[in-house]
Nanobody
Framework: QVQLVESGGGSVQAGGSLRLSCAAS????????MGWFRQAPGKEREFVAA????????YYADSVKGRFTISRDNAKNTVYLQMNSLKPEDTAVYYC????????????????WGQGTQVTVSS
């Protein structure tokens, strides 16, 4: 019922910036949360950030706090992840996800997923 499409991934040098976008279509909703996860090869899928659809309340993983910013444009049905001061350890496939209920960093609880976009940060 809901489709999520990520864009904005690419390759940058350490210290650079990227801005990821996640466009939602289908039967979208203002409630619940939209989030970003990432997964590096051989690693578990890791929570990055989330934002509540109604209030705009945000949550961040400690590893990205102060460097990444999640935001939304409800009129465009789009969620963004601004990534600054990128580090090589940020290299991963980044996924947009949505949950229709309460906030959780557990990816297994999310209802909708995008296809992922590759982010590569070189030294």
């Amino acid at each position: 019922q809901v489709q999520l499409v990520e864009s904005g991934g690419g390759s940058v040098q350490a210290g650079g910036s990227l801005r990821l976008s996640c466009a939602a279509s289908g039967r979208t909703f203002s409630g619940g949360y939209m989030g970003w996860f990432r997964q590096a090869p051989g690693k578990e899928r890791e929570f990055v950030a989330a934002i509540r659809g109604t209030t705009g309340t945000t949550y961040y993983a400690d590893s990205v706090k102060g460097r990444f910013t999640i935001s939304r444009d409800n009129a465009k049905n789009t969620v963004y992840l601004q990534m600054n001061s990128l580090k090589p350890e940020d290299t991963a496939v980044y996924y947009c996800a949505g949950i229709t209920s309460w906030y959780t960093p557990d990816p297994r609880m999310y209802d909708y997923w995008g296809q992922g976009t590759q982010v590569t940060v070189s030294s």
